[in-house]
């Protein structure tokens, strides 16, 4: 997810706050979304499958929402 992580460093400096959400079964990329360095992250579709332990324990530097 480099494009996201190019984003993220282009606004943090003016004090923007970022936002990833991705629908369906996220679990086997929630570190490559972690790691683009946003302040949210939105993994937890209903129907996603989305453990919200593992997701918590992969993922802990964003907020989960």
Request: glycine share 8%.
């Amino acid at each position: 997810m480099p494009y996201v992580a190019k984003v993220v460093e282009a606004v943090r400096p003016f004090g923007v706050l970022t936002y990833l959400h991705i629908c369906g079964n996220s679990t086997q990329i929630l570190e490559l979304m972690a790691d683009t360095g946003v302040d949210c992250i939105e993994p937890l579709d209903p129907l996603g499958g989305v453990d919200v332990a593992d997701a918590y324990s992969t993922t802990s530097t964003a907020t989960m929402w």
